[in-house]
């Protein structure tokens, strides 16, 4: 950033705190901004008229016309109705343009890209000013300028600065789309509603042991064979049309073909790679230890065969033509030792002094350099460096082109990621998993009876995943200051054992809202203070909005609260 940018900011904030002394944020704001501003001033709660030819003027650009035009819609017919009504006085002239500015118009929608923004709203101006380094920038200070009108007439807030900009670089949602099939719609509708959270990564985990929807060129029978059907399956102009959709949204999309683990489907077209396909999971009268998968869905890709390598690099090759993310996510979590066990080759490759890990190893060797090959930089959920029982040596996992994704253990195994020199995204099963707490999805399971898996929802993860417990999550707590900069954000996930398009957006939000907001500007405010109190509301306020533009999210109180700010709160601290 350059200087004189950052010291006409710090002007701009000071004046205003001339005039009045104290941010927004330390007061009763009229209006609501989610995820909350880094720097919000407003120092006299002041709204005008948005005149009937408002326009949104910006340099012509690919990827933010379309964005523009998509707000100026927005912004022109929402006439958002808030539940609790804005107290503010009107001034006038009637506002008739947002006016763009964009520095830098070549840079692409890559991890760590430039997203800040500064919004003016002068009073007595006819013109708002949006300055940005880049147009993902815009787009976020656009999302922001369109929670900031209101009522029909519309209204806008003016005498406003904001100044923003996200404290990690990744912030995500992940979607499992093999256990059960999402339509394309439905996956662009949790798109447009990241847009509007500022979350800029959908995670698409498109295939697993269940089902494998995705048609991929060179391999066709892989979806032909292994997807649930004809109509459940993503074809490469689907695929570009998702990408095209995130792109004039500022979110990235980025593919996870989880291997060698979590490759049943793989088997419907090449039965000879897959060890353990198609059997049952854990037999009768057999150890936990001893089952072949931690779920019903058995196979491994079998790291032995030459031709498992040939089908996997086909499948890897058009992967990375298909989706121009420079993120490849290879999975590689639960590996069970029972499945590989089953194998005869590998049999006598343990037979012969060889190890589980090594087997690992040999596949992680013959897959990785071929993927960094591509100019990608590989994401591995933690389990390949982590698990206690089959893991490869951190020499197999050069760290300039790795990065670990943290699901166990919460902090601690973040902690162990970065200790380790590795780039780290969160996603603590413990705080950002959204599909526990519904209970075990297996049947026939004799720990319910009598009420015996009643506790934490009778999940493996549960309890449920409020979005109290999400907000309050410290992803980077107990890590030195060169340990938090390599975690470069998380990612809620919704696995899809029992959710499919019909619960999808109840289940993703509102909660996905608090990720979005301790990532972008934290959960706490000027004080140090964890502001979930605060957040209460604002989110109350968001829910109904993102209803409102047709996101299907649950409430989080009933109205009654809304209506009767801080009555619902408690004033005791609560211990168990």
């Known amino acids: 950033m350059k200087m004189p940018h950052l010291w006409s900011k710090f002007l701009v904030i000071f004046c205003f705190s001339f005039i009045f002394p104290y941010p927004i944020s330390s007061l009763q704001s009229a209006v609501n901004v989610w995820p909350k501003p880094r720097t919000l001033l407003w120092p006299k709660p002041l709204a005008t008229l948005l005149s009937p030819s408002f326009n949104i003027t910006s340099p012509s650009h690919r990827h933010l016309s379309p964005a523009v035009n998509r707000y100026l819609r927005l912004v022109l017919t929402e006439h958002h109705r808030p539940l609790v009504n804005p107290w503010v006085n009107l001034t006038s002239p009637a506002l008739e343009t947002l006016s763009i500015s964009v520095a830098d118009l070549s840079a692409l929608l890559h991890h760590g890209v430039n997203e800040s923004y500064t919004l003016s709203i002068p009073t007595g101006s006819a013109t708002a000013y949006l300055k940005v380094e880049t147009v993902w920038g815009a787009m976020r200070g656009l999302e922001t300028f369109s929670q900031l009108v209101w009522a029909e007439p519309s209204r806008v807030a003016v005498g406003l600065y904001v100044w923003d900009s996200p404290l990690f670089p990744h912030r995500g949602v992940m979607l499992d789309t093999s256990r059960n099939f999402y339509g394309v719609k439905d996956i662009l509708r949790t798109i447009e509603a990241m847009s509007a959270n500022k979350l800029n990564v959908f995670h698409w985990h498109i295939t697993d042991s269940q089902s494998f929807p995705l048609v991929v060129p060179s391999e066709p029978d892989l979806a032909a064979k292994g997807s649930y059907g004809a109509d459940m399956q993503y074809s490469p102009a689907d695929v570009a049309g998702i990408i095209q959709f995130g792109l004039e949204r500022g979110v990235r999309i980025l593919p996870e073909i989880d291997s060698p683990g979590h490759t049943g489907s793989w088997a419907e077209a090449y039965p000879e790679i897959v060890a353990c396909a198609n059997m049952f999971w854990w037999p009768a009268g057999a150890k936990w230890s001893d089952r072949l998968a931690s779920e019903p869905g058995t196979g491994h890709l079998n790291p032995l065969n030459p031709k498992t390598y040939q089908v996997l690099k086909n499948v ?7 989706f121009p ?34 087997l690992l190893e040999m596949f992680v060797n013959s897959t990785l350099p071929y993927i960094v090959s591509f100019n990608r930089t590989v994401v591995y959920w933690e389990d390949v460096l982590l698990d206690d ?3 490869v040596d951190s020499s197999f996992l050069p760290r300039e082109n790795t990065i670990l994704q943290s699901w166990n253990n919460g902090v601690s195994n973040t902690k162990r990621i970065v200790e380790a020199g590795y780039r780290a995204i969160v996603s603590s099963s413990e705080y950002y998993y959204l599909d526990c707490g519904h209970g075990e999805f297996v049947g026939n399971d004799s720990e319910y009876d009598q009420g015996g898996k009643s506790v934490d929802g009778g999940s493996w993860c549960g309890p449920f995943k409020t979005w109290e417990t999400i907000y309050n999550y410290d992803i980077t707590y107990g890590l030195s200051k060169a340990e938090a900069e390599l975690v470069l954000g998380g990612e809620v996930a919704l696995w899809s054992e029992q959710a499919d398009p019909v619960v999808l957006d109840s289940r993703i939000w509102p909660r996905a809202s608090a990720l979005a907001e301790t990532l972008w500007s934290g959960n706490r405010d000027e004080t140090g203070k964890k502001r979930y109190a605060e957040a209460t509301d604002r989110l109350n306020e968001w829910r109904h909005r993102m209803v409102s533009r047709g996101i299907g999210a649950e409430p989080i109180q009933p109205l009654w609260c809304i209506r009767n700010p801080g009555m619902c709160n408690t004033v005791n601290s609560i211990v168990a």
């Open 325 to 358: 993310e420079p993120f490849y996510h290879s999975g590689s979590d639960e590996i069970i030792p029972g499945c590989w066990k089953t194998d005869p080759s590998i049999q006598s490759f343990l037979s012969d002094g060889g190890t589980l890990s090594n």
């Open 316 to 322: 890897i090759r058009d992967v990375v033509n298909l």
């Open 389 to 391: 029982n089959i893991r």
